[in-house]
């Protein structure tokens, strides 16, 4: 690997310098600073016709004092349309994950209950679009690591009872942040996550122990017939994670190739070639 890539090293892909350390590759993005700021005061609109910054004292030009305007309380129950409260959202959550599925069901990491993905605001019933005083409700889905399976609760707010449920199985959504820092667990203690402590260790000099270093993106991986290693071929039914972790302050670390089986708890690597 390292012979392979030492050719390309300084090399300049698209405005983005390409640096490899290790058995997987870093690459070191440049983010936008005050892209679009006039920190002069004197373009985008920021100036005034005078040339005078506003803030500042007219006589003596020193700057007045800033005033922050504090922001209204969050009252327990939104209205209409208005985005879920935090109360709203972990009521809906208690509602929804209470009884047989509390009990049943399986998170990521293998405790009781399943795993929460997303509450939202639920859609009006058809008849209730012109109506101000219509019930709110919240959708709240969960992935269910014990039967690997996805299930949708609708929860009235107002009556504190959930309206409708359903499961599905092979279906994918996007991944919570608990799921992709448990991939990361699962990844720096197996063996194959060897390169990425390499490369975290060639990048800040220290040793990756824990997920809590890194930034983590994630994507559900899907098997494709003949593309991967056996121990992958129920990725889709199972939950599978490709990780993009980023050293904090620092590069990204490429483990495209390394596939981490949530369901399964297993990482395997997928066939380079």
């Known amino acids: 690997m390292r012979e392979t890539v030492r050719r390309h090293l300084g090399k300049v892909v698209a405005g983005t310098a390409i640096a490899v350390a290790g058995t997987a590759v870093m690459i070191a993005i440049t983010l936008p600073g005050t892209a679009g700021a006039d920190e002069s005061g004197g373009a985008n609109g920021s100036g005034t016709q005078s040339g005078r910054q506003p803030g500042r004292d007219q006589a003596n030009g020193a700057a007045r004092p800033g005033v922050v305007q504090q922001a209204p309380a969050e009252g327990e129950k939104g209205t209409g349309g208005d985005p879920l409260t935090d109360d709203e959202l972990r009521r809906a959550e208690r509602i929804a994950a209470s009884g047989q599925l509390l009990a049943a069901g399986e998170n990521v990491g293998g405790g009781r209950g399943p ?115 056996a121990v992958l071929d129920k990725c889709g039914e199972h939950r599978c994670v490709r990780l993009f972790p980023k050293v904090k302050n620092g590069p990204w670390i490429d483990a495209r190739s390394l596939i981490i089986d949530l369901s399964a708890r297993k990482v395997a690597e997928l066939d380079r070639g």
Do not use: C, W
């Open 115 to 229: 795993q929460r993905l997303t509450v939202d605001l639920a859609d009006p019933e058809n008849d209730e679009l012109d109506d101000p005083d219509a019930p709110r409700r919240a959708d709240v889905t969960f992935y269910d690591y014990k039967s690997d399976a996805l299930i949708t609760k609708t929860v009235n707010l107002d009556t504190g009872k959930v309206e409708r449920s359903g499961t599905q199985h092979g279906v994918q959504p996007p991944l919570s942040r608990a799921e992709n820092v448990q991939a990361a667990e699962l990844l720096i203690a197996d063996p194959l996550g060897a390169g990425l402590r390499a490369d975290y260790k060639d990048a800040t000099g220290k040793e990756l122990t824990s997920p809590d270093q890194m930034l983590y993106n994630g994507a559900v991986y899907r098997a494709t017939a003949g593309a991967q290693p």
